[in-house]
């Protein structure tokens, strides 16, 4: 069974960081991208960044880029979202995901809240 366990999220003021992780387990994680979405309160779930499998590559929203950066360990089977200068529009809950097959991923999310 394809599973995520999302950790590192919390309460931040407006321009700290955080640093969140991802760990899969149940498939080949090192042959897989893996994206981060995140959904604010009273809003749609939104892509948010995405790492391809070897780490060599990844790609963000605009409202984050140069802010976000993605990595990843595959001899962790895990990926990392670094989040510096953070702002309150960042506040939601953020969920790690990948398609396997048919199957779509999510992880369970963890809760990032920027606020003074």
């Known amino acids: 069974q394809v599973q995520f366990v999302e950790s590192g999220g919390g309460l931040v003021q407006p321009g700290g960081s955080l640093r969140l992780s991802c760990t899969g387990s149940g498939f080949a994680f090192s042959d897989y991208a893996i994206y981060w979405y995140r959904q604010a309160p009273g809003k749609e779930r939104e892509w948010v960044a995405g790492?391809?499998?070897?780490?060599?590559?990844?790609d963000y929203d605009v409202a984050v880029k140069g802010r976000f950066t993605c990595s990843r360990d595959n001899s962790k089977n895990t990926a990392y979202l670094q989040m510096s200068n953070l702002k309150p529009e960042d506040t939601g809950v953020y969920y790690c995901?990948?398609?396997?097959?048919?199957?779509?991923?999510w992880g369970q999310g963890t809760q990032v809240t920027v606020s003074s």
């Open positions: 995901f990948t398609a396997v097959g048919t199957e779509d991923a």
């Open positions: 790492i391809v499998s070897t780490g060599t590559s990844s």
